[in-house]
């Protein structure tokens, strides 16, 4: 079957038309398992049962294989190839903007799948070329790739311009994206819904002004609710590892509550309830008080869409440092903050609406194995995936339900951060960027089968042991002569509060 032959025979006014000439890189690691063994075969002998520990149990795919082309390292049976690159050329002959970020794929006509890709781009930056813009001096945006069963790109194009700083988003139940400004600056600071296939809508340029005001970052959807679960990444205060004083950066964690339920495209700018996550019996509780494992009961408090931020530490709800990644899987809303925990690695948390909790799951204590998490997602099989973002990471690490932390993919081609990890809706296909200079890809190998069931125990999982915060004996002393607990009294030094021994 040519490529041609692999889509519908009407593509529609948009133009999914064949791109030609498009680079593309395939590289072929091997044609064995983990070790000789096919990790979705080794799953399933554990009949898909993630209490069961033994060797069976799913633990990652095993060492990376140093990439000859020196591009990307992938475990042993996977391949990837390079499906767009910043500079090249759209299907309109208009260049691939840059600062790839956030990401989703989705079920295009026939076998095609869309991804719907943002554009970090701020300040004086080359713009997505688009034709209907929300601001003409903003250069941000999304663009769409098409691509075909064969994993090979199929058409490109404009679906949203005129927005600022596109960092992550979300995609709804209802197949569209939406794409979140990182910023606050003259009338930017908003999220956006982009219709994958009709791009450049009116929709896609009218800010959704009752989701706030602010940094937003991502955003993650209830499937059984609508209610839009939102990350802030907030920039405002200072924060120094190196100076427990110097911390004064507060981030939060939003819901909104559309008046309209109908779960349908242009349902959320109909008006809604904005909300931040607060703790009932803490006042402007710091995150870093959690240990992993210790579960709080929540409560929403409404703030104002204009500031919500100042409203938010005005209420005194939960303060975070920078809020990333944002993602709903199995009735579990997963969010992670990328500056959080004892040693500023980043933490991941998990919040159950239907018991109202907030849990602490996983905090980084090791820098082999998490540093700085950014972007995260479920993977049909259950395990969560976050990509790095700082430091040393440039890596996109797994965590599975048992605790086992492993990594699948590490980048040699520049030390710019990977974004925008998602897969492809029959799950048999992972798709990546690298930002800067930006560039996507499709990895695809021995992935274990779809596991619902997994998802679920992923959402209710005790946390690893190993992922406790190591306090040290001064803090412990502290402690001690004040009665409150070791993390409490590190975090307090933390911020600059005098405790006595």
Same mark, same amino acid.
């Given at each position: 079957?040519?490529?041609?032959?692999?889509?519908?025979?009407?593509?529609?006014?948009?133009?999914?038309?064949? #791109?030609?000439?498009?680079?593309?890189?395939? #590289?072929?690691?091997?044609?064995?398992?983990?070790?000789?063994?096919?990790?979705?075969?080794?799953?399933?002998?554990?009949?898909?049962?993630?209490?069961?520990?033994?060797?069976?149990?799913?633990?990652?795919?095993?060492?990376? @294989?140093?990439?000859?082309?020196?591009?990307?390292?992938?475990?042993?049976?996977?391949?990837? /190839?390079?499906?767009?690159?910043?500079?090249?050329?759209?299907?309109?002959?208009?260049?691939?903007?840059?600062?790839?970020?956030?990401?989703?794929?989705?079920?295009? +006509?026939?076998?095609?799948?869309?991804?719907?890709?943002?554009?970090?781009?701020?300040?004086?930056?080359?713009?997505?070329?688009?034709?209907?813009?929300?601001?003409?001096?903003?250069?941000?945006?999304?663009?769409? #790739?098409?691509?075909?069963?064969?994993?090979?790109?199929?058409?490109?194009?404009?679906?949203?311009?005129?927005?600022?700083?596109?960092?992550?988003?979300?995609?709804?139940?209802?197949?569209?994206? #939406?794409?979140?400004?990182?910023?606050?600056?003259?009338?930017?600071?908003?999220?956006?819904?982009?219709? +994958?296939?009709?791009?450049?809508?009116?929709?896609?340029?009218?800010?959704?002004?009752?989701?706030?005001?602010?940094?937003?970052?991502?955003?993650?959807?209830? *499937?059984?609710?609508?209610?839009?679960? !939102?990350?802030?990444?907030?920039?405002?205060?200072?924060?120094?590892?190196?100076?427990?004083?110097?911390?004064?950066?507060?981030?939060?964690?939003?819901?909104?509550?559309?008046?309209?339920?109908?779960? /349908?495209?242009?349902?959320?700018?109909?008006?809604?309830? %904005?909300?931040?996550?607060?703790?009932?019996?803490?006042?402007?509780?710091?995150?870093?008080?959690?240990?992993?494992?210790?579960?709080?009961?929540?409560?929403?408090?409404?703030?104002?869409?204009?500031?919500?931020?100042?409203?938010?530490?005005?209420?005194?709800?939960?303060?975070?440092?920078? !809020?990333?990644?944002?993602?709903?899987?199995?009735?579990?809303?997963?969010?992670?903050?990328?500056?959080?925990?004892?040693?500023?690695?980043?933490?991941?948390?998990?919040?159950?609406?239907?018991?109202?909790?907030?849990?602490?799951?996983?905090?980084?204590?090791?820098?082999?194995?998490?540093?700085?998490?950014?972007?995260?997602?479920?993977?049909?099989?259950?395990?969560?995936?976050?990509?790095?973002?700082?430091?040393?990471?440039?890596?996109?690490?797994?965590?599975?339900?048992?605790?086992?932390?492993?990594?699948? @993919?590490?980048?040699?081609?520049?030390?710019?951060?990977?974004?925008?990890?998602?897969?492809?809706?029959?799950?048999?296909?992972?798709?990546?960027?690298?930002?800067?200079?930006?560039?996507?890809?499709?990895?695809?190998?021995?992935?274990?089968?779809?596991? *619902?069931?997994?998802?679920?125990?992923?959402?209710?999982?005790?946390?690893?042991?190993?992922?406790? +915060?190591?306090?040290?004996?001064?803090?412990?002393?502290?402690?001690?002569?004040?009665?409150?607990?070791?993390?409490?009294?590190?975090?307090? %030094?933390?911020?600059?509060?005098?405790?006595?021994?």
């Amino acid at each position: 079957m040519t490529r041609q032959e692999s889509g519908p025979k009407n593509l529609n006014r948009r133009d999914f038309i064949k #791109l030609g000439g498009m680079s593309t890189v395939a #590289l072929t690691l091997g044609s064995a398992g983990l070790m000789g063994m096919n990790p979705a075969k080794s799953f399933a002998k554990s009949n898909g049962n993630p209490a069961n520990k033994g060797q069976n149990s799913f633990s990652g795919f095993g060492p990376l @294989v140093k990439d000859p082309g020196g591009v990307i390292d992938l475990p042993k049976g996977f391949q990837y /190839r390079i499906i767009s690159e910043e500079g090249k050329r759209m299907t309109n002959g208009a260049p691939i903007p840059g600062d790839f970020d956030g990401m989703a794929a989705f079920q295009g +006509p026939g076998h095609l799948t869309i991804l719907v890709r943002n554009h970090e781009l701020s300040g004086s930056e080359s713009a997505v070329p688009g034709k209907n813009p929300y601001n003409k001096q903003a250069p941000g945006g999304t663009t769409a #790739l098409v691509i075909g069963p064969d994993r090979r790109l199929f058409s490109e194009y404009v679906t949203s311009s005129g927005s600022l700083q596109n960092c992550a988003g979300g995609p709804t139940p209802w197949g569209t994206w #939406l794409t979140c400004e990182e910023n606050r600056t003259n009338d930017h600071g908003y999220v956006f819904e982009v219709m +994958p296939n009709e791009p450049e809508n009116n929709l896609s340029k009218t800010p959704i002004r009752d989701m706030g005001f602010f940094s937003h970052e991502a955003t993650a959807i209830d *499937p059984a609710t609508g209610i839009v679960y !939102l990350t802030e990444d907030d920039f405002r205060g200072k924060i120094d590892p190196n100076d427990p004083t110097n911390d004064e950066r507060s981030s939060f964690l939003y819901r909104y509550i559309p008046n309209d339920t109908s779960k /349908r495209p242009g349902a959320l700018q109909k008006g809604g309830k %904005l909300q931040a996550m607060a703790i009932e019996e803490k006042k402007n509780p710091d995150a870093d008080f959690m240990n992993p494992g210790q579960r709080f009961g929540v409560v929403w408090k409404d703030v104002n869409k204009e500031e919500p931020h100042d409203d938010a530490l005005a209420s005194g709800c939960v303060r975070f440092n920078r !809020l990333e990644g944002a993602y709903f899987a199995g009735g579990v809303f997963w969010f992670d903050d990328t500056a959080g925990g004892e040693k500023r690695l980043g933490q991941i948390y998990r919040y159950i609406p239907a018991t109202e909790t907030l849990e602490l799951f996983y905090e980084g204590t090791e820098a082999n194995k998490m540093e700085s998490p950014d972007n995260i997602c479920i993977t049909p099989w259950g395990d969560l995936l976050f990509a790095e973002d700082g430091g040393n990471g440039n890596r996109v690490m797994g965590i599975t339900p048992e605790g086992e932390v492993y990594p699948f @993919v590490n980048n040699r081609l520049n030390g710019s951060e990977f974004c925008g990890p998602t897969f492809s809706p029959d799950g048999k296909t992972f798709f990546l960027n690298i930002q800067s200079p930006g560039i996507t890809f499709a990895i695809w190998g021995p992935f274990p089968g779809r596991n *619902p069931a997994r998802q679920r125990y992923m959402g209710h999982a005790a946390p690893p042991a190993d992922f406790a +915060p190591k306090i040290s004996a001064h803090s412990q002393e502290i402690a001690k002569a004040n009665g409150i607990s070791g993390l409490e009294a590190a975090a307090f %030094l933390r911020h600059g509060v005098p405790l006595k021994l």
